[in-house]
Structures are given as C-alpha cells and as structure tokens.
C-alpha cells in the first residue's frame, strides 16, 4: 500500500479571510494576506488502498466528530481529483494546539493535499495543489508557500483562478510572531460556521467586503517595501475590522477573552517604549504578535507577563509544505 509523508506550517493571516462566495468549494468573498510559520508545524502521512484503517488519526488516536467527517469528505473528493478511486487514509501530527484558532486546519490540510499527491506519485504544481488543499480549508490554499503569501479572491465559479501566490520569500524579510496564548481548549463557534453566520446576519459584513481590495493592495506595497509601521498597521486594522463584523452578527459572535484585550494593550505598550510589535487575532482568544526577530525576547516576557496569558510560542516565518518521506510532485 503507497504511502507518503509530508508537512506544512500553519499560517497567519494579516488581511484576512472571512466569508465564502462558494462553501463547496471554499471560494473566498475576500483575498487575504498572510505569512507561514516555520514553528508551528503540520505533519500527515496518507496512505493509499486500507480499507480497513481508521479514515483519519491524530497524534496516535482516531479522530471523530465533525473534523472526522470532513476529513474523510476530504479525502474521498481529493482520491479522484488526483485520479484514483482508491481509499485515502490519514494520520497527523502538530507541533501545536489543534482547533484553537491557530491554524491547524490550514497546515493540516495542506499536508494532507501534499503527502496524497506524492503517495499517488502525482505530478501537480504548487499552484494547483494550493487549490487542492483549499477545498479542504480555505486558509490551507496559503500554507502551500513560504514566507509572504497572497490567497486571490477569483472570479470563477469553478475556482481555478482561486489559489495562492508567493508575495515575498521567507528569508527575503525574516520577522517573527509570538503567540499568547489565553485559552488552551477548542474554541466556541468553528470559523466555518461562524463566517456563514456573519455573513448572513452582520450589518457591517457589506463594508467588510467593499473595504478588503484596499487593504490587500496597502498590504502588498508596505510587503514590497519591506515596511514593517504599515505592514503592522494595515493588520491590525484588518484584525478589528473583521472582529467588528462578528460583534455585529445577530447573535454576536465574541472570539476574545479579558486576557485578549490586556495583551492587546500590552502591544501598544511595547510600541510607546520603542518596541515595534503589532497584534492580529483569529477565530479564537489568541492574540499573535508581530516583531522583529531582535525583539522576540522583549515581545515573548511582556506577552507572558500580561494577567491570563497562559504560555507563548514563538516561530519565525518558515518555508512552504514539503515532501519527508515520498515522491516530490512538483518539479
Ligand atoms: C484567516 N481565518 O484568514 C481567517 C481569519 C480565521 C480568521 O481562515 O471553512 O479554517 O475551512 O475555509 O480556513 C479560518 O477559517 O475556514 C480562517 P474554512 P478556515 O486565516
């Protein structure tokens, strides 16, 4: 039975993804900006052909529920589009907390679309395996790349314009992200359900939409001028934009905890004391904190200093999925 084994880094976006323009297919409303981390990583192994194996394993247990079942529908969408019918099973691991709003099911994903290609003895680019894992989990079609990644909106109904693209490599502009983390369980609402929800029933999701293309060309200049003020800027505003639409939905969705809100501010008290770090936050409690690598140290003892932050990690930005173990399907 084939197998084969591949990794990815989770990924944070500084303009962000919210909203589907197709759920099936996971078409965003919205581009989005974000960087690979190298430190919080994603490893699958997918085997080709066990009929009797459990669909998806992680960290040595089977995994059930909702991720189970998406999974497996994952898996028997992925077989064909890599051309078998044979059945896929996976089993991952994570160097970080799963289901909690850092990402884990972008680099998972995208590991699971990297290890299945190689496990076929596939040859697929990385521009179209970006647009394999992506139906898997939207923000998975940014982990496929290094460094600097943009996710297009697209135009399509059948998404082939929707994939990502590398804006800037990992060791053209080496920053870092320390993570605070305030909760450590699964977090309350699922993004996926709550971007439908927001999407349905928030007042300001019209200006979400109607303000992004600004943002992601902002974005992509500070990028290319490798200007860390307007980088931090820009996603911090995107940041608490995208939070004021869910505040906004009917019921309100409130991802943030007390400790969110204090780490926050710690930010913007390293910046009045000359340390320049900006926050962003997920569909989760975690406030991520963007430096420069000479400030990890400074950044990582106030985030861990702030009342209700419970540990940090650190990662720097980290290069795009690879194969471990298995044929390489791209050139
Ligand atoms: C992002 N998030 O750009 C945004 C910001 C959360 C907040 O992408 O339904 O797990 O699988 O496409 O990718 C999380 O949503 O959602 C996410 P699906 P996904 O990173």
């Not at 189970?68 to 160097?95: H, I, K, S």
């Not at 290890?115 to 697929?124: D, K, N, P, Q, T």
């Not at 290094?146 to 697209?154: A, F």
């Not at 993570?179 to 300001?204: N, W």
Request: proline share 5%; charged share 20%.
């Amino acid at each position: 039975m084939p197998d084969a084994t591949a990794r990815a880094g989770a990924n944070v976006a500084l303009v962000k993804y919210w909203g589907k323009r197709d759920e099936e297919r996971n078409l965003p409303a919205v581009g989005s900006i974000s960087i690979t981390l190298g430190d919080l990583v994603a490893t699958a192994r997918v085997r080709v052909g066990d009929t009797g194996a459990a669909r998806f394993l992680g960290g040595g247990e089977v995994v059930s529920g909702t991720a189970a079942d998406r999974m497996a529908a994952y898996l028997d969408w992925l077989g064909p589009q890599l051309g078998t019918n044979e059945r896929l099973t996976t089993e991952v691991e994570a160097t970080f907390p799963v289901g909690a709003g850092l990402a884990s099911s972008a680099a998972i994903h995208c590991a699971v679309a990297v290890a299945a290609a190689s496990a076929l003895g596939a040859c697929v680019d990385r521009s179209r395996l970006s647009r394999l894992a992506r139906v898997g989990s939207g923000s998975a079609a940014r982990s496929i790349y290094g460094g600097w990644v943009e996710w297009h909106r697209g135009e399509r109904d059948d998404g082939e314009d929707s994939g990502a693209t590398q804006l800037l490599g990992e060791d053209t502009w080496p920053l870092a992200m320390v993570v605070a983390i305030v909760h450590d369980g699964p977090k309350e609402v699922p993004s996926r359900d709550a971007m439908r929800h927001v999407a349905r029933t928030s007042a300001l999701y019209a200006a979400w939409i109607e303000a992004q293309p600004d943002d992601l060309a902002a974005m992509r200049t500070a990028i290319a001028a490798r200007d860390l003020t307007a980088v931090g800027t820009i996603a911090e505003e995107n940041c608490l934009r995208m939070h004021a639409i869910t505040f906004a939905a009917r019921p309100p969705v409130l991802y943030w905890a007390p400790a969110t809100l204090a780490a926050m501010e710690a930010v913007r008290g390293l910046r009045t004391r000359g340390c320049e770090a900006y926050f962003t936050i997920d569909a989760g409690p975690q406030v991520k904190v963007l430096c420069s690598p000479q400030n990890v140290d400074t950044v990582a003892e106030t985030m861990a200093a702030v009342p209700g932050v419970v540990r940090t990690l650190r990662s720097t930005l980290g290069g795009g999925a690879e194969v471990l173990e298995g044929p390489t399907p791209w050139k």
